[in-house]
């Protein structure tokens, strides 16, 4: 990386789930081979070559499983990329994740590495799967550059110490720079699925879609979490509708498919399923700002006249924080990207990390969560109180984050007109080059861009936009929220009416 030193850190050789030796091996696993009991059994003869070495240009040797057809005729090959291990190897399997997400241990044949298809499933479907061990992790030789362009390189063809990283390079730089995808440079097919409960690939999944110069693009906005949607029967059909028409080259329609395909979530009614829509949000969905009164715990339509402050505990990590309400007088949806500008204060220090969440109540002013899998898939005599407390299998509402030294807005670089079109006005860049910190008792402006959400209300219910000063949503895995650290003291203040009009850009149906 130029002019940035990377510090790297012995990777951890605790080699969880290893139930293959290594070397290479050419085996034919037989129809009704199962890997474990309760396993799925495979649906007929497949090839296993195992441990294929791919040299790449630089001399750096990676290891792969190969899974396909018994047969000499060439097959389309299905290539996931990753470091979490091959072929049911590694610790993240779905085996390692509470209840799997609801996917029952038989549908998959644990030949599958983590968050990828099953060879079990795609070979019989006339596929081959080329499971990797990216450079690094495993046998692979390398540094592990993960989300890199050297990660990039290589697919065409380090562990880092994350905190120390950060602690010596907090504002953007060439290093983070190499991190960010060039999506302009996308052109192939794209299939893509957006779950609004990801705690790490919701924006990313929109942008590359939407900013992606693919001509022949669709998008599924899946109302469950990702690994649960990833082996639905119904969801695999149509990713083999789209690799058959574009890896097999088969004249199957597949170009009448909608788009972009949106869910919204009910969480106390119905969720709202494939809605054919031929753009994000859809076309009868209008930018609606809602102002903060800081006097009353309200959002409106108009700013409030006289000016008012909303404090909160910014120490507080199990404090709702501030919490602002907006009664739907008939049914409304939201969908789409959210912006808040917020007019902030702080008398205790010289910096507030700032967290703001959209939920939605009831028509009792109840807060309520969306569970991420249906709970046809979950233990049997399974209730609401025995969900998991955790952002996998319970969603709250899209959220954002901002560190006000790091407030700075401008254009993002590198984007067309028609591309800030797509991301809409509720897009917010912040460089993060400099630090500008904050007096105390100075009053400024953060501009906060939410993830896209998808929300059902009926009439009477409510939207409620809420402040604080630690992660507003459950953390993907118990416990994970207390590794969390920020650097809040004491109150924050959030300012509304008169000269500092607060406010929430959302996108609402007409």
Not at 205 to 218: A, E, M
Not at 420 to 441: C, I, N, W
Not at 460 to 481: A, H, N, Q, T, W
Not at 490 to 496: C, E, N
């Amino acid at each position: 990386m130029p002019n940035i030193p990377i510090l790297y850190t012995d990777a951890s050789r605790d080699l969880h789930n290893m139930w293959a030796p290594f070397g290479h091996e050419v085996r034919v696993l037989p129809k009704g081979w199962v890997k474990d009991p309760g396993r799925r059994p495979l649906a007929q003869d497949t090839v296993w070559e195992k441990d294929v070495a791919i040299t790449l240009r630089d001399g750096t040797t990676l290891y792969s499983d190969v899974f396909r057809p018994v047969g000499h005729t060439a097959v389309p090959a299905i290539l996931p990329w990753s470091p979490y291990g091959k072929s049911g190897t590694g610790y993240f399997t779905m085996d390692t994740i509470p209840h799997r997400v609801g996917v029952p241990r038989d549908r998959t044949s644990g030949l599958e590495k983590f968050e990828a298809p099953d060879p079990a499933e795609w070979v019989p479907r006339g596929y081959a799967v080329v499971n990797v061990d990216a450079r690094g992790p495993y046998n692979s030789e390398g540094d592990i550059v993960h989300f890199g362009t050297q990660e990039g390189r290589d697919g065409k063809n380090k562990r880092e110490d994350v905190n120390a990283m950060l602690e010596r390079y907090p504002l953007w730089n060439g290093y983070w720079e190499d991190k960010k995808p060039k999506l302009e440079k996308i052109t192939q097919p794209i299939y893509a699925t957006m779950s609004y409960s990801s705690g790490l690939h919701t924006e990313g999944s929109l942008r590359g879609f939407l900013l992606s110069s693919s001509k022949d693009k669709w998008l599924r906005c899946c109302p469950t979490q990702e690994w649960y949607d990833l082996y639905q029967q119904e969801h695999v059909d149509d990713l083999q509708h789209f690799f058959d028409r574009y890896l097999k080259g088969i004249d199957n329609g597949w170009e009448a498919t909608p788009r972009i395909r949106l869910s919204l979530l009910g969480y106390n009614r119905p969720n709202v399923i494939d809605r054919a829509t031929p753009t994000y949000p859809p076309p009868n969905f209008a930018p609606t700002r809602l102002y903060l009164d800081a006097t009353h715990d309200t959002l409106s339509r108009r700013a409030p006249a006289a000016p008012g402050t909303a404090t909160y505990d910014a120490e507080q990590r199990a404090g709702r924080g501030v919490r602002f309400a907006h009664r739907f007088d008939a049914r409304t949806e939201l969908c789409g990207l959210s912006r808040a500008t917020l007019f902030m204060s702080t008398p205790d220090h010289d910096d507030m990390d700032v967290f703001v969440v959209i939920r939605k109540l009831d028509a009792a002013g109840s807060a309520l969560e969306s569970f991420n899998i249906p709970f046809r898939d979950a233990p049997a005599g399974w209730t609401e109180a025995d969900v998991p407390p955790n952002n996998i299998w319970r969603y709250v509402g899209p959220n954002g984050r901002l560190r006000a030294s790091m407030r700075r807005t401008e254009d993002e670089p590198g984007l067309s007109e028609e591309q800030r079109a797509l991301l809409g006005e509720a897009s917010v860049y912040h460089p993060f080059d400099r630090v500008e910190k904050v007096g105390r008792d100075e009053v400024v402006r953060l501009d906060i861009g939410l993830w896209a959400g998808g929300m059902v209300f009926d009439e009477g219910e409510y939207m409620s936009f809420e402040v604080k000063g630690f992660l507003p949503i459950r953390p993907e895995f118990e416990g994970l929220d207390d590794k969390m650290v920020n650097y809040n003291k004491g109150r924050h203040r959030v300012h509304s009416g008169g000269e500092h009009p607060s406010s929430l850009l959302v996108w609402l149906s007409g």
